[in-house]
T-cell receptor
Framework: DTAVSQTPKYLVTQMGNDKSIKCEQN?????MYWYKQDSKKFLKIMFS???????INETVPNRFSPKSPDKAHLNLHINSLELGDSAVYFC?????????????FGEGSRLTVL | GENVEQHPSTLSVQEGDSAVIKCTYS??????FPWYKQELGKRPQLIID?????GEKKDQRIAVTLNKTAKHFSLHITETQPEDSAVYFC??????????FGGGTRVLVKP
């Protein structure tokens, strides 16, 4: 009964490859997010979708492309992976737009680029 | 945009002592201030939050205070226990805007 689930949990790949991370939430929330947590534990928002519509798009290389097929799913595709993309990527959801309520995080997907 | 500074970056306390983490924010329009706890290898989870119409909030051994004039807020953990060891993040947001996190504080409670 995981509220926010993301797959895969671990991803090891070579530079230049393309990879995807999938996220699903069963909380009925309207808003979903991707956060990146680097090796120093800093949490930085990348994207936010509200009911399939992109509402936050931070300064992220265009190699990163989010896609929300419906409000329960938000996927992240990364092209031409670079060493600096190595991080833990967290999906999250919240009930209200504008994040004045609790963020529910997934377990994270640890991406290692070799 | 919002900028959130968090101090200290690491905090080591003896079991039973108190721990205090402080954050400052830049956007005077911010009105929601949550705190998240992230245990090693786990996801961040909300432990307490405060809104701008409240100066202090308490939940068992944790409390948060907010000073809107000075634009700073703090997390207080009393009677610390080994299970309080984790990374704690403060955050701030104004309605309709994204949540901005502080840099995190790694708390170690020594038995």
């Amino acid at each position: 009964d995981t509220a926010v689930s993301q797959t895969p949990k671990y991803l090891v790949t070579q530079m230049g490859n393309d990879k995807s991370i999938k996220c699903e939430q069963n909380l009925g929330h309207d808003t979903m997010y991707w956060y990146k947590q680097d090796s120093k534990k800093f949490l930085k928002i990348m994207f936010s979708y509200n009911n399939k519509e992109l509402i936050i798009n931070e300064t992220v290389p265009n190699r990163f492309s989010p896609k929300s097929p419906d409000k329960a799913h938000l996927n992240l595709h990364i092209n031409s992976l670079e060493l600096g993309d190595s991080a833990v990527y967290f999906c999250a959801s919240s009930q209200v737009t504008g994040v004045t309520g609790e963020l529910f995080f997934g377990e994270g997907s640890r991406l290692t680029v070799l | 945009g919002e900028n959130v500074e968090q101090h200290p970056s690491t905090l080591s306390v003896q079991e039973g002592d108190s721990a205090v983490i402080k954050c400052t924010y830049s956007d005077s329009a911010s009105n929601y201030f949550p705190w998240y706890k992230q245990e090693l290898g786990k996801r961040p989870q909300l432990i307490i939050d405060i809104r701008s119409n409240v100066g202090e909030k308490k939940d068992q051994r944790i409390a948060v205070t907010l000073n809107k004039t000075a634009k700073h807020f703090s997390l207080h953990i009393t009677e610390t226990q080994p299970e309080d060891s984790a990374v704690y993040f403060c955050a701030a947001t104004a309605a309709g805007n994204k949540l901005t996190f502080g840099g995190g504080t790694r708390v170690l409670v020594k038995p």
